[in-house]
């Protein structure tokens, strides 16, 4: 027991540490500053502050993206538009960081981890209501909601295509003179004890080898 907690807080710190990246948060929130070419690409790509991890960049960020469109980015009407939320120290760590070119790189990583920080929210979420014996059907509830949400923040994780892209193919299969297991799906074999899954299985196995 004490192996298996040891192993879960090296995890834990493990996924902390890859999860954010201060150092390509300051550059996006410096290239919106500073460049407006690079601020119209950030604002085109569909980043929005829930994908920040640091608070006051996502204050931040969500002035900018209103600034940009009401108003004047500079960093008088910006501290005017904070108010209270405005902190120096932090908003000088942001000027002093250096604007990027290729801002679309840094777009990606900060939507990956924002997306890795959701699944890590909702396996979190999940082993909660297993600990509080929550009905299967409330469990996937949760997982088929959270995993829409993640699914509007970026298409691409799942790879989502219309109708008009699906393109008519014969299934390919497994062992199919035998026992068809169609490929590049997940196949259960559910029974009783002792009726012989396991030897089935093997003897699957065997053929495929």
Known sequence: ?????????????????????????RAILSTIVFESTGREEVFSSGLNKEDFYYPFHKKLFDALQYLHEHSAVEEGI???????DFDEVQML???????????AIYIEKIQEFSRMRQFKHLAHDIL???????G?????????ESLERVEKGSRELFNIVTLDQIKAEEAEFICK?????????VSLVTAGGGVGKSFLLLQAAMRMI
Do not use: C, R
Not at 78 to 84: C, E, R
Not at 128 to 134: A, I, S
Not at 136 to 144: I, K, Q, S
């Open 78 to 84: 910006i501290k005017q538009h904070l108010g209270k």
């Open 128 to 134: 909660q209501k297993v600990d509080n014996e929550e």
């Open 1 to 25: 027991i004490d192996t298996l907690f040891i192993n879960y807080i090296k995890l834990e710190k493990h996924m902390n540490n890859i999860i954010s990246n201060k150092d390509f948060e």
């Open 177 to 185: 003179s035998w026992l068809p297991f169609p490929k590049n799906t």
């Open 93 to 103: 760590d942001v000027l002093t960081a250096l604007p990027i070119s290729n801002v």
């Open 136 to 144: 299967l059907a409330e469990t996937l509830h949760l997982v088929h």
